[in-house]
Every structure is written in structure tokens, then in C-alpha cells.
């Protein structure tokens, strides 16, 4: 990428984090799109979060790229070309890349362009030869793949159980624009985590040593560095709960105090107590996944999970 289009390419990412954020705290119940969690700093807290005892998805998942391995290659097929939607640090997309046969392409899709680095010298050191072709962009969005990868018939990655991130109706987009944009006869191995005991959750999404709230609290930093905003980050509090009527982990900054932030020339108040809502994380039952899958015109072909039921892998086919 030129100087100049990075320039550009930051420019337009500026443009849409204020637009993101000034449509998500005037609403009525204030909330901040999660994709903005991830700059430089988040995503190496991410990355921290990932390897702490609380956080079981990241280690259950690579066990079940591990264990079963050899099961994924054979019902995935030969040939195809991985388009990883969010590669994270490329660790997953290195396993199942090296448990395919023949893999024609590693396409890793991603709005940070911090996380495409790492991921694409990963996978390129972890198998020689292979074409790597990182593409910056939202992955929520409709965006075009590289010609490079050519006629090679297509595997969608979305591990992580990501797509707990959407709301249903949003999942069910994202699954249907994945579907459009890897083509005819494409595949999806889509990771998802299940329902499971609240205590086991929330202590995943609020750890002992404070490191998923300083993630959420980067957030405002973030806010404040690239937006103009004048968040006081000492004012608010991270907070995690389960949500049992949606089956879902919600994450907020919760406002310690009556304040008023800045943001774009708007004045914004805060009630004391009032939230920002950052994040969803919707836990699954498999027929619930299914539905979603169905309904974005995808089919269940085979799943995986670990001896406790912690997490899936679904093999899902156009």
C-alpha cells in the first residue's frame, strides 16, 4: 500500500468512526459499534485476552482445529482458496491451512490493517509458497477478492465465534453477503460458542486482572486520539453481563458520574450509571445456528465441538 493511500485509507476510516460514533451516542441507549475496539492497542489486548484462564474460546477452538483435524481436511475438500473473514493473528488460519490439501490461496480480510500484517507474515512463514493476498477492508460490507485467486473454489474462515458480534438479523446479512462474495459452490467453516453456565461467561468477558476492561476503555482513548473527543476514560467502568432472555454476553462502559463529552462540535450527556453499550457476544444452540445459517442460504454439512461442549465448528456449504 502507497503513502498516499494509506493516507486516504485512514482518512475515510476517521470519517466513518465519527459517523459511527455520533449515530451510536445520541441515541437513546448509547452504543459504539464493536469493530472500533480494534485499533493498535486493542488488538493487543485482544491478543492478551485470548491467552488469560478466564477466556476459553481461542484455546477450545485451536484444540478443535487440532483434534479434529484431519476430519475438517477431508470434508472441506482439496483445492479451495481460504478467505478469512477477521484473521485475528493468523494462528487458526495456519492450522486449518496445513491441515487442507492442496490450498490454493489464503485471502485475509480485515479493517485493521495492524492485524493483516501479522496474520499474512504468519501463514506466509507457516506455509512457504502459498499466496497470500491480504485485503483491507469491512468485512461487514460487501468488498471485491483478489483476482489472483482465480477460478479456485472458495472456503469462507470466520473463526472466533465472531458472528456472535451481530445482532440475529445482522448475522444472517453477514452469512448471506459471505455467500455472495465467495461464489458458487464456497463453503464456510464458521466458529461459534455455545450456551453454557453465566458464571463461566461473564468471568470470560471480565477477568481477574482487568484486562477485558482495559480493552473496553481503550475504546474512549481511541475516540479521543483519532475523533477529537474529550472522554474522561476514569469516569466510566467496564461491566459484563449475561443476558438470558438473548443469550448473549453484553459489554459496557458504565458513566461513574452526570458528565457532558464532546465530540464533533456535539455536546453529549451522560447520566450517572447510563451505559455505552460496546459489545454483543451471542452464545448459540445448534439449531439456532442452523436457523441463522439457513436463513442466509447456507447448510449445515457437518459440525464440530470438544468434549465439552464449550464451543462448535460449523462446515456450512452454499
Known amino acids: 500500500m502507497s503513502a498516499a493511500t494509506a493516507r486516504d485509507a485512514a482518512a475515510q476510516q476517521r470519517a466513518a468512526l465519527i459517523a459511527d460514533a455520533l449515530a451510536g451516542l445520541t441515541a437513546p441507549r448509547k452504543t459504539l459499534p464493536c469493530k472500533w475496539l480494534y485499533d493498535v492497542e486493542g488488538c493487543r489486548l485482544f491478543e492478551a485476552i ?20 484431519a476430519a475438517i481436511g477431508a470434508a472441506v475438500g482439496p483445492g479451495r482458496a481460504v478467505v478469512e473473514f477477521g484473521p485475528g493473528d493468523g494462528e487458526k488460519a495456519a492450522l486449518l491451512l496445513g491441515m487442507l490439501v492442496r490450498p490454493a490461496a489464503y485471502v485475509p480480510v480485515d479493517i485493521a490493517p495492524e492485524w493483516l500484517e501479522g496474520a499474512a507474515n504468519r501463514v506466509s512463514l507457516a506455509r512457504p509458497g502459498l499466496p497470500v493476498l491480504p485485503v483491507v477492508a ?86 479521543n486520539r483519532e475523533a477529537g473527543a474529550d472522554f474522561d476514560p476514569g469516569a466510566f467502568r467496564h461491566r459484563a453481563v449475561w443476558n438470558e432472555e438473548l443469550e ?56 464440530w465441538t470438544d468434549p465439552d461442549s464449550l464451543f462448535g465448528l460449523w462446515l456450512l456449504d452454499a
Open 138 to 223: 469491512d468485512f461487514t460490507a460487501s468488498f471485491p477478492l483478489p483476482a489472483r485467486i482465480g477460478a479456485a473454489p472458495r472456503l469462507g474462515f470466520f473463526p472466533g465465534s465472531t458472528i456472535g458480534n451481530f445482532e440475529p438479523e445482522g448475522a444472517v446479512a453477514f452469512l448471506r453477503r459471505a455467500r455472495v462474495t465467495l461464489g458458487p459452490g464456497a463453503r464456510m467453516l464458521l466458529g461459534a460458542d455455545l450456551v453454557k453456565s453465566p458464571a463461566v461467561l461473564e468471568a470470560a468477558y471480565d477477568d481477574a486482572a482487568g484486562v477485558t476492561a482495559a480493552f473496553d476503555l481503550n475504546l474512549l482513548h481511541r475516540l
Open 50 to 69: 485470548t491467552r488469560l484462564p478466564e477466556y476459553y474460546p481461542t484455546r477450545t477452538e485451536i484444540g478443535i482445529l487440532t483434534d479434529q483435524g
Open 248 to 303: 448473549r454476553i453484553e459489554m459496557h462502559l458504565v458513566s461513574e458520574r452526570a458528565q457532558v463529552v464532546h465530540l464533533a462540535g456535539r455536546a453529549i450527556p451522560f447520566a450517572a450509571g447510563e451505559t455505552i453499550h460496546t459489545e454483543s457476544s451471542h452464545k448459540y444452540r445448534p439449531e439456532r445456528l442452523a436457523e441463522l445459517a439457513g436463513a442466509a442460504g447456507w447448510r449445515v454439512a457437518q459440525r
